[in-house]
T-cell receptor, first 113, second 112 residues
Framework: DQQVKQNSPSLSVQEGRISILNCDYT??????FLWYKKYPAEGPTFLIS?????DKNEDGRFTVFLNKSAKHLSLHIVPSQPGDSAVYFC????????????FGTGTSLTVIP | DVKVTQSSRYLVKRTGEKVFLECVQD?????MFWYRQDPGLGLRLIYF???????EKGDIPEGYSVSREKKERFSLILESASTNQTSMYLC???????????FGDGTRLSIL
């Protein structure tokens, strides 16, 4: 059963606008969350993380929001750029149960120039 | 710069063959991982290793085994390849448990 879900397989956004990618999880023990970005023919690269003790983490144009009560996190990209076009994966782990991260199915973002 | 290198980008094998996928990292990381990525299923963990000669099963270990004889190298073995093992295989490493992982560029394996 998928513990981390990304319900939108794809998203298209105009350059300069905000991109919002969503991720839901079912396991209330998850306390650390990551976003990865993946270009075609390359492996995923780490983008940004958030711990459950926070509800927001920001790094330049990228902000991740965490809503623990809703078991939901989102990645905001502002402003979106054509180079942001990629597949984005969210991942979650429960630190007290070991090393394993559970990944969502990915959202393909296209930023239209 | 951090580097995880997978030995092959593309591989075609036949049903029943024993297949070896190799992964090397140059970061002196303790932890290494093998995932497979399939459409609609995301990344699923096959096996991981905390240290040399140590291994742990992930979510989908059936039909696979692993070998970690040296810290920098983690091999995935398909004992008897089957068509349902056609997939993209990704190797990753991390410096310690529970932190983000560095990924290789993947091996696209086709089993005919």
């Amino acid at each position: 059963d998928q513990q981390v879900k990304q319900n939108s397989p794809s998203l298209s956004v105009q350059e300069g606008r905000i991109s919002i990618l969503n991720c839901d999880y079912t396991n209330s023990m998850f306390d650390y969350f990551l976003w990865y970005k993946k270009y075609p023919a390359e492996g995923p690269t780490f983008l940004i993380s958030i711990s459950s003790i926070k509800d927001k983490n920001e790094d330049g144009r990228f902000t991740v929001f965490l809503n623990k009560s809703a078991k939901h996190l989102s990645l905001h990209i502002v402003p979106s750029q054509p180079g942001d076009s990629a597949v984005y994966f969210c991942a979650a782990s429960a630190r007290n149960t070991g090393n394993q991260f559970y990944f969502g199915t990915g959202t393909s973002l296209t930023v239209i120039p | 710069d951090v580097k995880v290198t997978q030995s092959s980008r593309y591989l075609v094998k036949r049903t029943g063959e024993k297949v070896f996928l190799e992964c090397v990292q140059d970061m002196d990381h303790e932890n290494m991982f093998w995932y497979r990525q399939d459409p609609g299923l995301g990344l699923r963990l096959i096996y991981f290793s905390y240290d040399v000669k140590m291994k742990e099963k992930g979510d989908i270990p059936e039909g696979y085994s692993v070998s970690r004889e040296k810290k920098e190298r983690f091999s995935l073995i398909l004992e008897s390849a089957s068509t349902n093992q056609t997939s993209m295989y990704l190797c990753a490493s991390s410096s310690r448990p529970g932190v983000f992982q560095h990924f290789g560029d993947g091996t696209r394996l086709s089993i005919l």
